[in-house]
């Protein structure tokens, strides 16, 4: 069964041409979504791979109607694969269900596999170039300065509560008890 997907970044956007398209092409069941996609919920292409069955195609308009990356692409072509389900995209040509396309399809998880393991190697030799001039990587940089520190002890020793203190402090409150777990258990105790 060929299965259509279409799908519009925002609401004011017309699905027509797309769903015409997938019409035209033979697709027995439609299945669409409004949304962006860089959003990783989209119910229609949810509700499209669940429907979908080994020996089945599922036929996109073009390749970036199902996703932004490269990355987002070759995992659900995996996914698709692995389930015996092909996958085909009018107008870019893209159809696994044919050799050049499963070719194609596995030139680009190489490319995809090789880009991830030279950023590996990368950030690997970035951090042995760090240590050997005496820096040590600590990563990203805490939400709570020194000064903040500061400021929560002194607003902590005034009786104000974590919440209180962490919206004072424009972070969050899990972020807050990462500094002072002992507020958490002392927060727990007022509650109690």
């Given amino acids: 069964m060929l ?30 979504d409004k949304a962006s996609g860089a959003k990783a919920d989209r119910p229609g292409l949810a509700e499209a791979l669940r429907f979908a069955r080994a020996g089945d195609c599922i036929v996109v308009w073009k390749l970036d109607r199902l996703g932004r990356s490269i990355q987002g692409l070759i995992t659900l072509a995996a996914d698709l694969s692995a389930r015996k389900i092909d996958f085909r995209s ?3 040509g893209f ?5 050049s396309g499963r070719l194609l399809f596995h030139i680009l998880a190489s490319v995809a596999e090789m880009e991830r393991e030279l950023i590996k190697e990368r950030t690997i030799a970035g951090l042995a170039a760090a240590r050997k001039k005496g820096v040590i990587g600590s990563g990203r940089k805490s939400a709570l300065t020194p000064d903040k520190v500061d400021t929560a002890r002194k607003l902590l020793a005034a009786g104000d509560k974590p ?18 777990p002992a507020s958490e258990r002392a927060d727990k105790a007022d509650a109690g």
């Avoid at 041409?17 to 697709?27: E, I, R």
């Fill in 163 to 180: 919440a209180k203190v962490a919206k004072v402090l424009q972070v969050g409150l899990s972020t807050f008890y990462r500094h002072f």
């Fill in 90 to 92: 009018l107008t870019d």
């Fill in 3 to 32: 299965i259509g997907y279409a799908r519009v970044s925002t609401a004011d956007q017309d699905l027509a041409l797309q769903t015409d398209a997938l019409n035209k092409a033979g697709c027995e069941k439609l299945f669409t």
């Fill in 95 to 99: 159809d696994t269900s044919t050799a």
